[in-house]
């Protein structure tokens, strides 16, 4: 269902109001500054006003949501989950659109340049990109932003990196929370960056819309550089570097891909999936990618799809939030905790193995 005209008009420039609840010394984000813990406790936190703030694209107010969204602790938890009840029945009109693409294949490069043709339509483009977290430190560079530098000045587009925080599947542990904020505060298009390819990478296909892999030309035989998973998954396929020296093997690309999409069943009976050459870094081929997500946003929409398919996702969000809840839960029990040091001792020096260790811990409940 469309919005009204002047619902959209209201947010095509989103803008940034004074931020009453910040001061001086709050920590900065990329695109505003960021509650102080304290201030993001469901106690001190006005829900109300920061979704009010959020609904009129106010960027400081998203920044802070999505922070609100994305902290672990309990009581920030409880303050989001009112903030996205207040959210939820403004979402679900943007198009949702998952990237990922073999490393060096320039996926930012891509998303800046699509989302300047998208921002030249007259849309507003919200890119949430995922970097991966250390795993010795849990730290992350957080450098996606820098390297979209054209896009990220712009007040039609908002750009929030986040740590993959160990989450498999190349999306950050709140990515769909993310994702119903963008679209709240009235963002057309929402762009999810994995943080690569591979094959746990089908997870950002159960939160997107439309799932696009790029590819690189000259990677060897058609196979090689593809995952079953993912093509089963893909909506499309993306050559991407068209351009110089790299045109005619872009070409020839094309026509290995195509050949090997015929070896695995599409993602939908409805929608037959193209392979596309394109050049990023000469902005070449963004419009025929616009025009190929729209056609499968009617074909899906016609045939019932895509509201089955949203559906499904929010299905099978319930199940990986009760399956981290129960995980949590578990390791929280005191018996656990008592036991799991020893346990996890004797498995290190192959006293007993991992799967009889786990029924010992399990056997607690």
Request: aromatic fraction near 4%.
């Amino acid at each position: 269902m469309a919005r009204p005209a002047s619902d959209v008009a209201s947010r095509r420039t989103p803008k940034a109001a004074p931020d009453a609840g910040a001061g001086p010394d709050a920590p900065a984000t990329l695109d505003g500054p960021v509650l102080p813990d304290a201030a993001v406790a469901p106690e001190a936190v006005d829900v109300e006003t920061l979704a009010t703030r959020v609904r009129a694209a106010d960027r400081r107010a998203l920044a802070k949501a999505i922070t609100l969204v994305e902290s672990t602790r309990a009581d920030h938890e409880a303050a989001a989950q009112l903030l996205l009840e207040r959210l939820l029945p403004h979402t679900g009109q943007a198009r949702r659109v998952g990237i990922t693409g073999v490393p060096g294949v320039g996926k930012s490069t891509f998303i800046e340049a699509f989302g300047l043709y998208l921002i030249g339509l007259g849309k507003c483009v919200a890119v949430l990109t995922v970097d991966p977290s250390s795993v010795r430190s849990g730290g992350s560079i957080l450098g996606d932003k820098t390297r979209m530098q054209r896009l990220s000045i712009s007040e039609q587009a908002f750009i929030r990196p986040s740590p993959s925080g160990g989450s498999l599947g190349g999306v950050a542990r709140r990515t769909r929370e993310a994702m119903l904020v963008c679209e709240a505060a009235g963002y057309d298009v929402v762009m999810v960056e994995t943080v690569g390819v591979g094959q746990s990478e089908v997870a950002v296909a159960s939160m997107v819309d439309f799932f696009l892999v790029l590819m690189l030309a000259g990677a060897g035989d058609e196979l090689q550089g593809i995952k079953k998973g993912i093509l089963e998954s893909a909506d499309a396929l993306a050559v991407n570097k068209a351009d110089g020296d790299n045109v005619a093997r872009a070409g020839r690309a094309v026509a290995e891909y195509t050949a090997a999409l015929h070896l695995f069943r599409p993602a939908s009976k409805h929608w037959k999936v193209p392979v596309i050459a394109v050049s990023a870094l000469e902005e070449r081929g963004m419009d025929e990618v616009w025009s190929i997500v729209e056609a499968h946003h009617v074909a899906l929409e016609t045939a019932g799809e895509l509201v089955a398919k949203r559906r499904s996702q929010q299905r099978a969000w319930l199940w990986s939030m009760i399956e981290e809840g129960l995980r949590a839960h578990f390791l929280a029990r005191d018996d656990v905790q008592r036991m799991l040091p020893e346990i996890e001792d004797e498995v290190a020096r192959a006293k007993v193995t991992p799967t009889a260790a786990a029924r010992r811990l399990l056997g607690l409940l």
